[in-house]
């Protein structure tokens, strides 16, 4: 049912569009590079304060305040440029294996990044937990970009 | 620009070159540890970036922030350095007739020199404008250079093995 459903998402006009120019696919990629900057920054300034190396005169939760919309603006950015993609490459991504771990690494991401590390966040002090959270949360998002980079060299 | 000609050309026949660029796997992982430790890098300038424009982070003092990200920042600046260099030294009259890979190398010396005159010149006030809710134009103008060029870097990056201007 998903293959037929890739299957179809390639033939979509749009889809064919986008690769029928030499340019645009190219383009879509690099803007997406960076808007995973500014998503992994967003990600990281955080990250490293609940591992106690980051601002330590403001609480986590504050550096996470702060951090927040440019970490939501570069992820929509990153899904707003990787759907076309997708669109593109639907066939050839519905058979990478590297595709399919980065669906799943983002998905756990994002359940971890809603439910454990958003407390871990309005807690007052590092700890060892927050710690270790922090660890999973950077772990996580460099599995997903190490996938991401393997399904363009590798499929 | 016969001597760089030359210095590429003499690196393109030294064994590791030959032996890296030979090998299947080698500069696939290169190439995914320079876009990890390009995340490490650009994601914390562009952190400070925003601070210096006034846009984010503002809760915390400037001055921290720097002293605090830098340590990272050089890490990923490291890192990158050696995956970048590396991946150059081992294909380099690819690179070398690459119209993006010149523009990239063009652009992180304009990105280094506007990191050394907020250095020099803008950040010697700080004090000033550390923990206040704006910050001054010079702080702004290094801000948003310093996002502009790195994400054109960033592009011009990822477009290199697209060689549509290539000229042999």
Redesign the interface.
Known sequence: MLEGFFEQMGQWPISQAIGAS??VY??I???H??F??????????TD?RLLG??????TTA??A???R??MVTGFLGLVATGVPQLMQNASREYFSEFFWYKMYLIAFGLIFLLTVRRKMIQAPETSAASKVVALISMAVW?GV??NA??IG??T | MQPVHDLFFWVSELPTSIAIRESLLFS?YL??AH??S???F??????MD?RLLGI??????FS??QK??FP?QMLGMAMSSVTGVTLAFSDPMRFYVNIFFWTKMLVMVLAGINAMAFHFITYNSVVTWDTRATTPFGAKLSGALGMVL??IV??????IP?N?FQNN
């Open positions: 030499i340019w190219p383009t990629q690099a803007i590079l960076v995973l900057a500014l998503f992994a920054g967003g990600m990281m300034i490293l190396f980051g601002m330590r005169s403001k504050e550096v305040r702060d951090a919309p440019w460099t970009t190490i980079r393997l060299l590798f | 696939p190439t995914v876009v990890v390009m995340c490490l650009a994601g914390l300038i562009v952190m925003l984010g982070n503002m809760s915390t003092p921290e922030l605090r990200l990272w790195w994400a960033i592009v011009s990056g990822r477009l697209y549509w």
